[in-house]
């Protein structure tokens, strides 16, 4: 089977890590990186013995697919003149700065039919997966994701760093319209957002809340839901999920616990992989455009809250108005 040709447009951490992970793939020939900074890109291209390309067209005109993995305000031109110049395209999440740029992205992908995958990761995490094929009718959402700082998230507020993740997971699993946002957030360490709570309901009657922050003195990740008689966990570290239920053949009825069957793996090659099998098959991506967008939406209305909060109470942010990612 002829391996699909594909190249790395970033050569940051998160870049490296894709391109590390593509030589990985049985059915990817990893041809080359491109990076702004040159040292960088050739750095990594000596590490995994690839070419330094020298220019976004040399990457474009080398590569059957890419993985754009650089700062959101380019992630828009970048993935267009992809598309347009007959190259897939994977696009880390966020899918672009604002909704009128990933809309005219969408539009590019439907018109030349090229395949357009948003990196929203966390969909391809083994207790993830697991987890959704029970979900049945999920009503209520209690979810916290907090790490400690890192200079890396200067740029960009904690609504579009990490709260992203779990707005686009509950979307996927309630499968309504939102109904009504609410939202406060704070700087803390940073003139950006650091710490944000939401509190979003649907037209079917779900709510979720969730907290993000980026100022806590340890890693949580945790993601926790409830439908009719059930209750389900996400451990997205150790990959896993469990499902509590009442046991009715008892006296009296207990609670059943069921740790999820999972299948092992990284989350990141799962994404990898389903990327390259679109790519091969041209079917639909799990994570395409409209599911980057509706992320992207629902996280701008969770921030304009928090920017009405904080006008409030005469807390200075700032974030570009209608955009997200670094300025």
Wanted: net charge neutral.
């Amino acid at each position: 089977m002829q391996k699909v040709t594909v190249a790395v447009i970033g050569a940051g951490e998160h870049g490296k890590r894709h391109a590390r992970t593509f030589k990985q793939v049985p059915a990817v020939e990893l041809v080359g990186v491109y990076d702004q900074k040159p040292d960088r890109a050739r750095a990594l291209a000596a590490e995994l013995g690839v070419k330094t390309f020298t220019s976004l067209e040399e990457t474009l005109a080398a590569a059957q697919a890419v993985s754009v993995v650089i700062p959101t305000t380019e992630h828009a031109n970048v993935a267009r003149r992809a598309l347009e110049g007959g190259v897939d395209v994977l696009v880390e999440k966020p899918i672009a700065r604002n909704l009128e740029e990933a809309e005219k992205l969408i539009q590019v992908a439907d018109r030349t039919g090229h395949i357009l995958q948003v990196g929203h990761l966390e969909r391809f995490n083994p207790g993830v997966v697991a987890a959704k094929a029970v979900t049945r009718q999920p009503l209520f959402f209690e979810i916290h994701r907090l790490g400690v700082f890192s200079a890396r998230s200067l740029d960009v507020d904690v609504v579009f760093d990490l709260m992203i993740h779990d707005l686009d997971l509950v979307i996927w699993m309630v499968e309504a319209p939102v109904s009504d946002v609410r939202a406060v957030g704070l700087p803390v360490l940073s003139n950006k957002v650091d710490i944000a709570n939401a509190r979003v309901e649907f037209e079917n009657g779900a709510v979720a809340n969730f907290t993000a922050s980026r100022v806590s003195t340890e890693k949580v990740r945790k993601f926790r839901y409830f439908q009719p008689h059930e209750y389900i966990s996400i451990d997205f570290t150790r990959r896993d999920a469990l499902l509590l239920s009442v046991d009715h053949e008892g006296t009296p009825p207990r609670i059943g616990f069921r740790k999820l069957e999972t299948q092992n793996g990284e989350p990141l090659q799962a994404e990898l992989e389903s990327f390259v099998d679109c790519v091969r098959t041209r079917r639909l991506p799990l994570v395409g455009g409209r599911e980057g967008r509706d992320a992207l939406a629902l996280a701008e209305r969770v921030m304009f809250c928090i920017e009405e909060h904080a006008g409030r109470v005469h807390v200075p942010l700032t974030r570009s108005v209608g955009h997200s990612g670094e300025l």
